[in-house]
Structures are given as C-alpha cells and as structure tokens.
C-alpha cells in the first residue's frame, strides 16, 4: 500500500517499538554489572582462602589440599594454590574433586531468535565498539598474569574466553600473606565461567527480543488495518473529488462513506453538500446567462427591425450610413449575445449525454460535404479518414468544433488555397487536424489563440470578429475529456489545429 499517511503511521509504531529495542541493548551495561559482581564474589572467596592459608605456619601440598576440601565445594570453579616461587601446590582440577560447575550450555543460544539477536548484537558492537570489559583472548599464557600480579603482592583479575569460545572464564588471583617476608608466601588462584551468569542473560534477552518481535508483528497488523480504514476511504474522496474537478456539473454525486459516525463521515458530507451547493450556483449561472440573453435579444429585434424600415426610405447619404451602421453594430451584439449564451451552457452543461457515441470521420466528411458544396468553398476542402474512429461526444457538441475549426481555416485561407482535414486513431485517442493554407499564427500570440474574445486577423477590423470561435472549440474539447493545440506545420505558413479525444467502443446495433 503505497500512501504517505501508512508510511507515516508505520514510523510512528516503530519509533514506540525502538524504546523495548533499546532496553535490549542497555542489557550490555547489566551484563557488566553482574560480572563485576560476580568478580567480587569470587575475589571475596579467594581472599578468604588466602586469610586461612596465611594463618598456616606452614604452606605445604597436604595443608592446601586439605583446606580446598573443606571449602572447595561450596565455592564452585577451579581453585588453585601455589607458593611463593609459583609452583603448584594444590589444584581442584588435577585431584579428584574438582569442583569446576561449569554449566551446560543452554539450549536457548541454539534457537533461531538468539541467531537473529546475536547477529544484530555483533553488528551494533562492529558501529559503536563492545563497550564492555576488556577481555584476554584465550592464549598460551593461561592465568599467568593474574598470578604474577598476585605473587608481587597486588591483586590479579582476567577475563578470557573459554576454550571452546562459547563462554568467558573469569579468574582472580589474590597474593597470600604471612610468614614475615616482603613478599607474599604464595597465591590464591579461582576461576570460574560465567556460563550461569550468561546463560540467564541470554534467556532474558531472547524473551525481551520475542516480545519486540510480536510487538512490532502486531503493531504492523494494527497500522495496515489502521491506515488502510483510513487511507482507502480517503483515496475513495479523492477520486469523487478529482471527478467533480474533472467534471464539472456532472450532477449530484454522493461521495464514499457519508454513512459513517466518524471524521471521514463528516469530511464525504461536506464534500457532499459543498457539490450540491456548487452544482446549484452552477443552475443559477446558466439560468442567469439565459436570461440575460432573452433580455437582450428582445430590444435588439425591436431595434434591428426599426433601423432595417429606414434603410428604403429616401433621403441623405448620412441617414442611410447611420441606419446601416446601426443594423450591422446590432447584429454584431446579436452575435454576442448568442456566443456568451452558448458558452454559459457549455461552463454549466451536464456530463448526461455522455453514453453517446459519435463517429467522427463520417461526421467530419458530412461538415466537409456541405461546405465545399457552397461556391466560394469548392475544392478547397480535403478530407482524409482512416477507419472508424468513435467518441464518447455528442454529435451536436463535435460538430460544433468541427464547424468552427473549419470556418476559421477557410477564413485564414486565401482563394483558390486548400484547407486539410484528417481522422485517425492514434492508441487509444482520435486524433481531428485542421491544416489551413493562411499566414499561420506569430510566435507572440500563440499563447493566447484560445482566449475568449482574442483575435488576430491582418488586415482586417477587428469588430468583424467575436474571437470566441476557437475559445469555444476549447470549452468543448475538454467538456468531454479532449485536448486542443495549435501545433507547428512542415511548411512555412498555415496554422495546424489538432484535437484529441478518448476513443470510445462502437455501440451496440
């Protein structure tokens, strides 16, 4: 689902959901506390170990080995005890009551989810660095670095990883005091893995990481059904929208959701009622038009027929220009009235006439026939037609621009000049060009050659041309979906007028 308010809505969640995400990854900070804790345990026992040895007036194998099995038990791990010279005295692992509990490696780092987690673990630390403790890696050295520690009487701690690398093995070494001397009389060494410690962590993780999982499952579900209760009606307004905007008057039309109790119930209602307010200014303007022309073209009848009575009468010259003058000035208000009448009713007029088909070639060779029939016209009309070409245009409404295209090409047009026009259809669309022989159109006016009221005809008044010819073919053209241009021509002069309409089907016989 493609739409800004989903991605919107989508980012939201997620932006929620990165609060749990980064209470996982602050899980790294509790991870480094409970080891640090756990070092603590561990140097706590070790020191304990040391203090008791240290009591010892002597420090020998069998001593070691006999305070490791009073204790070694109960404080879990590896214990070793060596002299001052780091030989070995005592070591858990080497008798047979090594204590080590390292514990089993838990199922859990087996399942698919601590591999996602891990995965995306290892690459937050590849970005910002572990952040954790600094860990040895496992080398020949072992614990000797720790133990060197404890023998120059400091305290000793590392962490390594395990053999196998699955776990850490943390070890602490405290030096053994007594005896007198400078240095130490030997050292406690204690290591342990934090199996138990990790493992617990783990579990912790995976749980929190299944939860955020789920949570950012059913927060997706909720956003898509969310924004698509949303988004759909919408788009749904929209398109009604983008109707009544590609459409104008096309009648009441009720918008998708208006039956609903929410915001976009009232949103489709107002959309409503602002088209059924629109459609009645739209009435009120056409009714007014109409009147107005009815209104006017009444006294220009009356005035028309009064000054055609004087023309007969005898008497001067200047009676009779006068009289003349207002016969033509009155016919020329007459042409402009009707014009704006008929453009009142093509910004007003219904899209109910719409299921009509018309076929234009044969209606732009009838227009072309009844033309060229008349004197003036003949041979000067070429038509050329390439098969049926139906559109969805009434046919009243596609003669009109036919007729007006043609008349304006035979009026640019000089004598004895062809003027061309063709049909044909080009994918999906039919195509009408009107091509003139005249002085074609400058470059400065072409912008406005559709203008209501614009005209540019050298040579000749002004005031014997409405300019309303071509600004009509306009309003008609794209009445009905169409597209009109005045396109350059392969010669030098002549203008070339082309007009596109959405092919229609051939209707049922």
Not at 8 to 29: D, F, K
Not at 297 to 320: H, M, Q, W
Not at 339 to 365: C, I, K, N
Not at 387 to 412: D, K, Y
């Amino acid at each position: 689902m493609k739409s800004r308010l989903f991605l919107r809505l989508l980012w939201v969640t997620l932006l929620v959901l990165a609060l749990p995400v980064a209470g996982i990854w602050s899980l790294g900070v509790f991870e480094r506390e409970l080891l640090s804790a756990e070092e603590r345990t561990i140097a706590g026992q070790a020191h304990a170990l040391a203090a008791a040895l240290a009591s010892e007036a002597t420090l020998s194998p069998e001593v070691s080995r006999g305070l490791i099995e009073r204790v070694g038990r109960p404080l879990a791990g590896r214990i070793r005890i060596f002299d001052g010279s780091g030989g070995t005295l005592a070591d858990t692992a080497a008798a047979s009551m090594d204590a080590t509990r390292e514990a089993e490696s838990s199922s859990v780092r087996d399942s698919w989810i601590y591999r996602i987690g891990a995965t995306l673990w290892r690459w937050r630390q590849s970005l910002v660095g572990n952040g954790g403790r600094e860990r040895t890696p496992a080398d020949a050295r072992g614990d000797a670095l720790p133990l060197a520690r404890a023998l120059s009487g400091s305290y000793g701690a590392l962490t390594r990883p395990s053999v196998d690398g699955r776990t850490t093995i943390l070890t602490v070494a405290v030096p053994i005091r007594g005896g007198g001397g400078a240095l130490p009389r030997g050292a406690v060494v204690v290591s342990r893995s934090t199996e138990t410690v990790l493992a617990a962590l783990d579990r912790i993780r995976v749980d929190l990481f299944r939860i955020v999982l789920i949570s950012i499952a059913g927060a997706a579900l909720i956003v898509f059904l969310l924004a698509r209760g949303l988004v759909v009606p919408l788009r749904r307004l929209r398109d009604s929208a983008d109707g009544v905007l590609s459409r104008p008057g096309s009648g009441r039309i009720r918008f998708p959701g208006a039956d609903r109790r929410d915001e976009i119930g009232d949103l489709a209602r107002s959309l409503g009622e602002l088209n059924r307010r629109l459609e009645a200014r739209l009435d009120e303007l056409e009714a007014f038009a109409s009147d107005v022309a009815h209104e006017l073209r009444n006294p220009l009848a009356t005035v028309r027929s009064a000054a055609e009575l004087l023309l007969p009468i005898g008497g001067e010259d200047e009676r009779r220009a006068l009289t003349q003058r207002i016969s033509g000035e009155v016919r020329r208000m007459d042409r402009v009235v009707g014009a704006l009448q008929d453009l009142a009713r093509l910004d007003a007029a219904r899209r109910s006439d719409l299921a009509v088909a018309t076929e234009l070639g044969d209606l732009v060779r009838d227009i072309a026939g009844a033309y060229g029939a008349l004197p003036a016209n003949a041979g000067a009309i070429e038509v050329l037609t390439a098969g049926e070409c139906w559109i969805s245009v009434p046919p009243e409404a596609a003669a009109r621009v036919v007729e007006n295209l043609l008349r304006n090409a035979l009026s640019f047009s000089p004598e004895n000049a062809k003027v061309h026009l063709s049909v044909r259809n080009l994918e999906g669309r039919v195509e009408l060009a009107v091509v003139d022989s005249g002085p074609g159109v400058p470059a400065e006016h072409r912008a406005r050659v559709f203008e209501r009221f614009f005209s540019w005809r050298p040579g000749q008044p002004a005031s014997d041309h409405l300019g309303l010819g071509l600004g009509i073919v306009r309003a008609i053209v794209e009445r009905y979906g169409g597209s009109v241009a005045l396109q350059e021509t392969p010669f030098e002069t002549g203008a070339r007028f082309v007009v596109q309409w959405p092919g229609s089907a051939r209707p049922p016989a």
